[in-house]
């Protein structure tokens, strides 16, 4: 769903005190590291994943 839908994700606040620690500031940030030239996620980011 992250993948499918980044604008959503881009337009809610990260909720879980990462931002302090990681760096975050959107709840996108919080499952995905990077996407390449074609917009398809390249890294996903480990707190997403788990």
Known sequence: M???????LA?????????AEDGHESNLDCFIDSF???????EWDSMGIS
């Open 11 to 19: 337009s809610v606040p990260c909720y879980c005190g990462c931002y």
């Open 2 to 8: 992250a993948a499918q839908y980044p604008e959503v």
């Open 36 to 42: 390449g030239d074609d917009m398809q996620v390249t």
